[in-house]
């Protein structure tokens, strides 16, 4: 079965910092990739999604974040950081078949960005 | 109006009350899903429509009840519920039940809390 890992429940930064957020992906078949944001009492907003291609996916909000088959991870980047950019942010994954057809997610990554 | 709407956005009602969420989608999709959403916890998948016919219940208490009318409307009827149940409910929908390359589409989601 597909599961998503991301390995920092927190992040913390200061406004114009750069961050990284991880994500690393388990699954026996090819992946479809997301990434999605919650604001506050908002539902998830898709991001970006890797679906096949260049490695290099670039997003809504100047957020980007790069396929790595061998590493099997989708971290999402962003050179700098507003204060906006103050939410909750999922992975998420699915497959080509079988248990995999589902929109698995992890536990999601709170980032804080502050003045 | 386009996308997935939740309709209340915020909804409190005591142990003993009968309510009910609703979801709607102007997307065409044939695939709906409630999610449960508490704090400091995963995403919950609670049940799965496609094509109006339920897929999936994840072992969700009774008290919850789901209808799906059409493809297009898909509700929550909660009744006697528990101050545990206190929540963000959220509803997403997609073309089909797999969630291949498209992923999910979120509504804004119900806060829920039970007094």
């Known amino acids: 079965a597909q599961s998503v890992t991301q390995l920092d429940s927190q992040v913390p930064v200061f406004e114009e910092a750069p961050v990284e957020l991880r994500c690393n992906y388990s699954?026996?078949?090819?992946?479809?990739l997301f990434w999605y944001v919650q604001y506050p009492n908002q539902g998830l907003q898709l991001l970006l999604k890797?679906?096949?291609?260049?490695?290099l996916v670039k997003g809504i909000n100047g957020f980007e974040a790069e396929f790595n088959k061998s590493q099997t991870s989708f971290h999402l980047r962003k050179p700098s950081v507003h204060i906006s950019d103050t939410a909750e942010y999922f992975c998420?994954?699915?497959?080509?078949?079988?248990?995999?057809?589902?929109?698995?997610f992890g536990k999601g990554t709170l980032l804080t960005v502050n003045p | 109006e386009t996308g997935v709407t939740q309709t209340p956005r915020h909804l409190v009602m005591g142990m003993t009350n009968k309510k009910s969420l609703k979801c709607e989608q102007h997307?065409?999709?044939?695939?709906m899903y409630w999610y449960k959403q508490s704090a400091k916890k995963p995403l919950e998948l609670m049940f799965v429509?496609?094509?109006?016919?339920?897929?999936e219940n994840n072992s969700v208490p009774s008290r919850f009840s789901p209808e799906c009318p059409n493809s297009s409307h898909l509700f929550l009827h909660l009744h006697t519920l528990q101050p545990e149940d206190s929540a963000l409910y959220l509803c997403?929908?997609?073309?089909?039940?797999?969630?291949?390359?498209?992923?999910?589409?979120f509504g804004s989601g119900t806060r829920l809390t039970v007094v």
């Open positions: 890797y679906l096949s291609g260049s490695t």
């Open positions: 997307l065409g999709h044939n695939a």
């Open positions: 429509y496609n094509f109006k016919e339920q897929t």
């Open positions: 998420a994954v699915s497959g080509s078949g079988g248990s995999n057809y589902k929109l698995t």
């Open positions: 699954s026996s078949v090819s992946v479809y």
């Open positions: 997403a929908s997609s073309p089909t039940t797999w969630a291949g390359g498209y992923g999910y589409t």
